[in-house]
């Protein structure tokens, strides 16, 4: 059913590790969304309140700290909601920039 929302594309870079100088490895890829601008307070990773631009609906396995090219310009991802249906499959992320 969600799938029929996706229906913009966004890159998204995944954390892959880290390369010899500490800084994230991420490997690239093109991936389906639902990208609705706007600005709300979410929780980050380490419990700060932060303004968070936009949020995305996808079905792939984002996760914090990957990035998400949304107009040309990289946002980090702060943080991620997994919606699960009543079987207890996860059926949708809502991730927050």
């Known amino acids: 059913m969600i799938d029929n929302y996706l229906n913009q594309q966004v890159v998204w870079k995944k954390v892959t590790g880290l ?14 969304a639902r990208v609705e601008e706007q600005n709300k307070l979410v929780r980050s990773k380490t419990g700060e309140q932060v303004v968070s631009v936009a949020r995305l609906f996808v079905k792939d396995p984002v996760s914090i700290d990957d990035r998400i090219t949304l107009n040309g310009k990289d946002y980090m991802v702060l943080s991620v909601e997994s919606c699960v249906s009543l079987d207890g499959e996860e059926v949708y992320r809502i991730v927050w920039l």
């Open 19 to 32: 390369d010899a100088y500490g800084k994230p490895s991420l490997s690239q890829s093109t991936i389906k």
